[in-house]
Protein backbone atom coordinates (compact mmCIF):
# COMPACT_ATOMS: atom_id res chain seq x y z
CA UNK A 1 0.00 0.00 0.00
CA UNK A 2 1.78 3.65 -0.96
CA UNK A 3 1.34 6.27 1.69
CA UNK A 4 -0.50 8.97 1.01
CA UNK A 5 -2.19 12.06 2.71
CA UNK A 6 -0.94 13.66 5.66
CA UNK A 7 1.77 10.93 5.94
CA UNK A 8 3.83 12.03 2.67
CA UNK A 9 2.93 15.98 4.47
CA UNK A 10 4.96 14.80 7.69
CA UNK A 11 7.17 12.72 5.92
CA UNK A 12 8.05 15.59 3.83
CA UNK A 13 8.60 18.20 6.31
CA UNK A 14 10.92 15.77 8.02
CA UNK A 15 13.04 15.39 5.18
CA UNK A 16 13.44 19.11 4.77
CA UNK A 17 13.57 19.84 8.04
CA UNK A 18 16.46 17.31 8.07
CA UNK A 19 18.54 18.64 5.06
CA UNK A 20 17.79 22.26 6.14
CA UNK A 21 20.30 20.95 9.39
CA UNK A 22 17.11 19.96 11.66
CA UNK A 23 17.95 17.80 15.04
CA UNK A 24 16.30 14.43 14.94
CA UNK A 25 14.54 16.53 18.42
CA UNK A 26 13.51 19.04 16.70
CA UNK A 27 11.91 17.07 13.98
CA UNK A 28 10.36 14.63 16.78
CA UNK A 29 8.87 18.23 18.41
CA UNK A 30 7.61 19.64 15.30
CA UNK A 31 6.06 16.12 14.44
CA UNK A 32 4.91 15.61 18.04
CA UNK A 33 6.35 12.49 18.17
CA UNK A 34 6.21 10.61 21.99
CA UNK A 35 9.34 8.47 21.71
CA UNK A 36 12.91 8.96 19.93
CA UNK A 37 12.32 5.86 17.95
CA UNK A 38 9.54 7.09 16.04
CA UNK A 39 11.65 9.54 15.12
CA UNK A 40 15.04 7.83 14.37
CA UNK A 41 13.28 6.09 10.88
CA UNK A 42 14.57 9.91 9.26
CA UNK A 43 17.59 9.42 10.40
CA UNK A 44 18.39 6.95 7.33
CA UNK A 45 17.64 9.99 4.74
CA UNK A 46 20.76 12.00 6.28
CA UNK A 47 23.30 10.23 4.34
CA UNK A 48 25.66 12.72 4.14
CA UNK A 49 25.26 12.80 8.24
CA UNK A 50 25.65 8.88 8.40
CA UNK A 51 28.38 9.41 6.62
CA UNK A 52 30.15 11.28 9.22
CA UNK A 53 29.49 8.37 11.48
CA UNK A 54 30.41 5.70 9.68
CA UNK A 55 34.05 3.63 10.09
CA UNK A 56 35.80 3.29 7.16
CA UNK A 57 36.12 -0.52 5.86
CA UNK A 58 39.25 -2.37 6.71
CA UNK A 59 41.73 -2.92 3.45
CA UNK A 60 39.64 0.11 1.46
CA UNK A 61 41.30 3.42 0.61
CA UNK A 62 45.21 2.28 1.92
Known amino acids: MKH ?3 HIIR ?3 ATNLLQAGGS ?3 I ?3 LRHKSH ?3 R ?3 KMDID ?3 TLAMPWL ?3 Q
Open 37 to 39: DTT
Open 4 to 6: KGT
Open 49 to 51: GLR
Open 28 to 30: GQV
Open 59 to 61: GVG
Open 11 to 13: HSL
Open 24 to 26: LSD
Open 41 to 43: IYA
